[in-house]
C-alpha cells in the first residue's frame, strides 16, 4: 500500500506543476478530459463488465450541446457544462434502457448502432455545423468572477473536476452499490437469486458512465473550442475502448495511463508516421488483447502480487 | 402519372429496386457474420473491412492484371477468404475459450489496421469500377426502367445466400458444422480435424463479404472507408434478425434493405437512421430479435 501511496503523491504533484514544467497546458487538459472520458467508461466495462461500443455519442453530444449553447447562445461556462451533462445523462438513460435488455456482444453492437444514430443526428441536424462541426466556442468565466481564457486557470479547473470524478468512482466502486455491480459482473444468475434487481443497477451504472463521459465532452469542448463529428465517431468510442484496455480496465488509474500513452501518441506520433496512426492503433489493440489483457496495471498489480 | 401517396410509381419503384441491392448487401454480409458467429462464437468486426478488400481485390487486379469482372467474382473472395485464413490462425484462435468480447475487440483492431492501410495505399478520394460490359444498360418493364446491373446484384446475392442457407441446413458438410457448434471436442474425438473446420469457416465467412465487395464495387465509390459505416447497419440488421438463425439474417437483411428504400422517398432525412431506429423498436418488442431465440 505504501508504494501506492507514493506513486499517488508523485503523481499528484507533477499533476499540479505540469504547467510550469514547459508542458503545454492544452496538451495537459485535453489529455485529462480524454482521461476522464476512460474513466468514466470504466466504471461499467471494469466494475460492471458491460462493454459500450458507443461511449463516443456521450462525449460527443454533450460536446456539441455545450458548444451549441456557449458560441450561439452565449451560455456561461457552468451552465453550458451543466446542460451537456443533464442532456448527456437523459442520453445515458435512453441508450441505457434498450441496451441492458441484452448483454455481451449484443450489448455492444447495440450500443454501436445506437450511437451511429447520435452521429447521423449530430450530421445533419440544423444546429451542429454538418461536417464542420461547431468552432470558436468561449471558454468565458466561471460564475463571472474565474476568466477561463487564461490556460493556467482553465487547466487547474479541469484538473479539479477530473480529481473529482476519479475520486468519485473510486467512491461508487467502493460502496455497497459498487459491490453490488461486481456481483452482477462476476456471476449474474447469482445476483439475481440474492434478490438484486440487476437490471435497475446496470442501468443505473450506465447512466453514471454516459453523464460522467458526457462531462468530459463538454470540458474538452470549453478546453480546445470547438465541437466536430471526430468527438462523436465510432473511432472515438473505440479509443476509449484501447485507452482502458490498454492502461488496465477495473483498475482505479489504468484508464488514466491507457488515456496518456493514446493521447501522446497521437498528439506526438502523428508527426513521424503520418496517416499510420489508425493502422499503428489497430496492431497495439490486436496486441493489448493477444498478450495482456489485464492492461499495463493490471499486469504491474499482477507481477507484484507473483513476487 | 401514376402515383401512391403523391410519390410517382417509378420514383418508388426506383428507390425500392436500389433498396433491394442495399439488402442484398446486407444480407451477404450479416449471412457471414452469422455463420462466424453460429460456430466459433466471434462477432467478426473485421467484417466491414474484408467487404472493402474484396472491393479493392477486384479494382486493383482490374488495374494492374486486367483481370476482368467475372473472374474477379471468384478470384478475390478467394484471396480475402486465404487472407481470413491467415487471420484465424494467427491470431483469432488464441482467443476461444475466452469471452466473446475478445474477438469482437480483436476483429476491430484487425479493421483498424486493413483499413488505415488501404487508406495509406489509395487515399481518401474514392475509385469507380466500371460496369462490365454484359450488364451494362437498362431493360425496360413498361411501368419502370430497371438497370440490369442492379438486377443482376440482387440475383447473385440471392442466389448466393440461399445456397449458403442450403449448405449449412441441407448437406453433410453444414451437419458436420452445426455439430461442432454443438460439441467441438466431441466432434474432434470422432476424427474430423475441427481447428482446420473452423478456419475454413472463418476463411468463407470473410469470402462472403468479399464477394458483396466485388458486387457492390460497380454502384458505388471503392473507398477505404466504404465498409466501416456499413458494418455498423450490418450489425444492427443482425440484432433485429437475431444471430443464430441463417435463414433469419438473409431475410432481415433483404426486408431493412427495402424499408430503407422505401424511407428514401417518404423522408430521406431519416434514411440513415431508419435500421437503427427499427433496432431499438424491435428491442422494446422482441428483445432476441425476430428470428432469435433466447
Known amino acids: 500500500m505504501r508504494a501506492a501511496h507514493m506513486f499517488y503523491l508523485i503523481a499528484g504533484l507533477f499533476a499540479l506543476s505540469a504547467p510550469f514544467l ?70 445515458g438513460l435512453v441508450i441505457g434502457v434498450l441496451a441492458i435488455r441484452r448483454r455481451g456482444i449484443y450489448f455492444a453492437m447495440i450500443t454501436l448502432a445506437l450511437a451511429q444514430l447520435i452521429f447521423f443526428v449530430c450530421l445533419e441536424a440544423p444546429f451542429t455545423g454538418g461536417e464542420n462541426g461547431l468552432q470558436g466556442v468561449p471558454r468565458g468565466s466561471l460564475f463571472g468572477v474565474l476568466q477561463l481564457k487564461s490556460d493556467i486557470v482553465m487547466y487547474y479547473l479541469v484538473l479539479g473536476a477530473f480529481l473529482g470524478v476519479y475520486v468519485f468512482i473510486r ?65 472515438n468510442s473505440g479509443e476509449v475502448i484501447l485507452m482502458t484496455l490498454l492502461g488496465g480496465s477495473g483498475t482505479f488509474f489504468g484508464p488514466v495511463v491507457g488515456a496518456t500513452v493514446v493521447v501522446t501518441l497521437q498528439e506526438y506520433l502523428s508527426e513521424f508516421v503520418g496517416g499510420w496512426v489508425t493502422v499503428i492503433i489497430g496492431v497495439i489493440f490486436i496486441t493489448c488483447v493477444l498478450v495482456f489483457r489485464r492492461g499495463i496495471v493490471g499486469e504491474l498489480a499482477a507481477f507484484k502480487l507473483r513476487r | ?102 474477438g469482437l475487440l480483436l476483429t476491430f483492431g484487425v479493421a483498424l489496421v486493413i483499413e488505415g492501410s488501404l487508406h495509406q495505399f489509395f487515399g481518401a478520394s474514392g475509385q469507380s469500377y466500371p460496369v462490365p460490359n454484359a450488364l451494362g444498360g437498362v431493360i425496360n ?19 448466393v445466400c440461399f445456397s449458403t442457407w442450403f449448405v449449412i441446413e441441407r448437406t453433410r458438410l453444414g451437419a458436420t458444422l452445426r455439430a461442432a457448434r454443438e460439441n467441438a471436442p466431441l466432434l474432434q474425438a470422432f476424427g474430423v480435424n475441427v481447428p482446420l473446420l473452423f478456419a475454413a469457416t472463418y476463411g468463407g465467412g470473410v469470402a462472403l ?68 431506429v427499427i433496432m431499438a423498436i424491435v428491442l422494446i418488442v422482441r428483445p432476441a430479435g425476430l428470428f432469435g431465440r433466447e
Not at chain 1, 188 to 197: C, I, N, Q, T, W
Not at chain 2, 224 to 252: K, N, R, T, Y
Open chain 1, 22 to 91: 514547459g508542458i503545454y497546458p492544452v496538451f495537459m487538459m485535453k489529455l485529462l478530459c480524454f482521461a476522464m472520458f476512460a474513466c468514466a467508461f470504466n466504471l461499467l466495462l471494469g466494475f460492471s463488465g458491460m462493454l459500450s461500443f458507443g461511449h463516443a455519442a456521450f462525449f460527443g453530444f454533450s460536446a456539441y450541446v455545450t458548444a451549441w449553447l456557449a458560441a450561439v447562445h452565449g451560455w456561461g461556462a457552468a451552465p453550458a457544462t451543466l446542460a451537456g451533462i443533464v442532456v448527456s445523462a437523459l442520453l
Open chain 1, 171 to 235: 467512491r461508487v466502486v467502493h460502496s455497497p452499490f459498487g459491490q453490488v455491480l461486481k456481483a452482477i459482473h462476476e456471476n449474474e444468475p447469482r445476483a439475481v437469486s440474492l434478490g438484486y434487481d440487476i437490471n435497475r443497477y446496470k442501468l443505473v451504472a450506465f447512466v453514471l458512465s454516459a453523464t460522467l463521459a458526457g462531462l468530459a465532452g463538454s470540458l474538452k469542448t470549453l478546453v480546445l473550442g470547438f465541437a466536430t463529428l471526430s468527438d462523436v465517431q465510432q473511432a
Open chain 2, 209 to 276: 463479404a468479399a464477394l458483396a465487395g466485388v458486387l457492390s464495387a460497380p454502384v458505388i465509390l471503392v473507398t477505404s472507408q466504404m465498409g466501416s459505416s456499413l458494418v455498423i447497419v450490418v450489425f444492427a440488421v443482425v440484432v433485429i434478425g437475431g444471430m443464430g438463425s441463417i435463414l433469419g439474417s438473409i431475410v432481415s437483411g433483404l426486408v431493412l434493405g427495402i424499408i430503407e428504400g422505401f424511407t428514401k422517398v417518404i423522408y430521406p432525412e431519416a434514411s440513415n437512421i431508419v435500421v437503427f
Open chain 2, 1 to 102: 402519372m401514376t402515383e401512391i401517396f403523391g410519390f410517382p410509381v417509378a420514383v418508388i419503384l426506383g428507390q425500392l429496386t436500389l433498396g433491394l441491392v442495399n439488402g442484398s448487401f446486407y444480407a451477404l454480409l450479416s449471412l457471414g457474420l452469422a455463420v462466424i458467429f453460429g460456430l466459433m462464437g466471434v462477432v467478426n468486426f473485421a467484417h466491414g473491412a474484408f467487404y472493402a478488400l474484396g472491393a479493392f481485390a477486384a479494382l486493383l487486379g482490374l488495374q494492374y492484371f486486367g483481370i476482368n469482372y467475372w473472374a474477379a467474382l471468384l478470384l478475390a473472395p478467394l484471396v480475402v477468404g486465404v487472407l481470413g485464413i491467415v487471420v484465424e490462425k494467427s491470431l483469432l484462435r488464441r482467443l476461444y475459450g475466452l469471452d466473446p468480447l475478445y
Open chain 2, 141 to 159: 418493364l413498361g411501368f419502370m426502367i430497371l438497370p440490369i446491373y442492379r438486377a443482376w446484384v440482387i440475383a447473385v446475392s440471392i442466389a
